[in-house]
């Protein structure tokens, strides 16, 4: 593989855990040469073992961060010397940043490598990458976005470049994470409560029976109804924690279940509250009330009430 400019396509991989080892491998695979940093696990062949962040990014095009959110921003400033020459970046330079990390945390990335004159990609890692390697879905922001998805999408990587800064593929991966590893762990202790209680088989094929049935509407099913019986389903989840703890099951999910609930429902009570209630005198004209909301004009009077919560 050979860039634009006819140089042998040149990565850094920093971080040779279970994402990082198998993307290099890949690389290597597709024919690109591969230099690679872990301080705690030796590169294997064909990958270049090196000492440190800076030595693998030397002579590198592209650098990817594939170490942990913790560690981006220190791997970024260890790594800047090997990015330079004579004090300056090497022209087509990109350093990528593939870790699960906050949109904050990208944004600091940003910023660092901004000063250092270097682009920077924000690339978020959609599956899995055991058994995907570099077709693993990925989204990628930032100023290097772009040039990130240039060098490696003729490796048969899958990016979907998006329109914005870096962040913006962070912010994406973690509010579709808030779905899916929510609602995995809901799965992993309702089964584990149903183990203790002896129903476990029943409730297995009655979470399959709901997943197979769902549809495009059931997002709207679920808001909906979730903030309609919030009072009651506070009341229910309160049960259900107090169910688990007697089955010996620690009721995380449960718990922020029912807190969630009397959230909503505390939000639902303050918004009736202070409803506002429009009064109408009779034959009273708009010109003579000179009260207007929106931009709309009302006749008559317009006061604040408090309305009474419907009982349940």
């Not at 942990?68 to 800047?80: D, H, I, M, P, T």
């Not at 087509?92 to 940003?110: F, H, Y």
């Not at 910023?111 to 990925?138: S, T, W």
């Not at 912010?171 to 994470?177: A, F």
């Amino acid at each position: 593989m050979v860039t634009q400019d006819h140089q042998s396509l040149v990565i850094a991989v920093l971080g040779l855990g279970e994402a990082g080892s198998v993307i290099a491998r890949g690389l290597t695979a597709a024919g690109t040469r591969v230099r690679g940093y872990d301080p705690a696990v030796t590169a294997a062949e064909p990958v270049l073992d090196t000492a440190s962040e800076a030595e693998a990014a030397r002579d590198a095009h592209l650098v990817l961060s594939v170490n942990s959110a913790e560690a981006a921003v220190e791997a970024f400033k260890a790594g800047l010397p090997g990015l330079l020459a004579g004090g300056q970046p090497r022209p087509g330079l990109v350093w990528a940043d593939l870790n699960t990390a906050s949109p904050g945390i990208k944004r600091q990335l940003a910023g660092l490598a901004a000063d250092a004159g270097v682009p920077f990609a924000d690339v978020a890692m959609m599956a899995p990458v055991p058994g995907r390697g570099l077709r693993v879905p990925m989204l990628a922001s930032g100023t290097g976005a772009a040039r990130y998805a240039a060098l490696l999408g003729p490796l048969g990587a899958a990016i979907e470049v998006l329109d914005g800064p870096a962040g913006l593929a962070a912010s994406k991966k973690l509010l579709r994470s808030v779905f899916y590893k929510g609602m995995a762990a809901s799965i992993v202790e309702a089964l584990e409560a149903a183990r203790a209680a002896g129903d476990e088989p029943w409730l297995r094929e009655h979470i399959a029976a709901e997943l197979a049935a769902a549809d495009a509407a059931i997002v709207d099913r679920i808001t909906d109804g979730t903030r309609r019986h919030a009072v009651r389903r506070t009341a229910e989840m309160a049960a259900a924690a107090d169910m688990l703890t007697e089955l010996g099951v620690p009721p995380l999910m449960a718990d922020a279940s029912r807190a969630l609930h009397d959230r909503l429902a505390a939000d639902d009570l303050r918004r009736r509250r202070f409803t506002p209630a429009r009064h109408y005198a009779s034959g009273a004209s708009a010109s003579a009330s000179g009260c207007s909301e929106s931009g709309l004009a009302w006749s008559g009077r317009f006061t604040m009430t408090r309305s009474i919560p419907a009982s349940r």
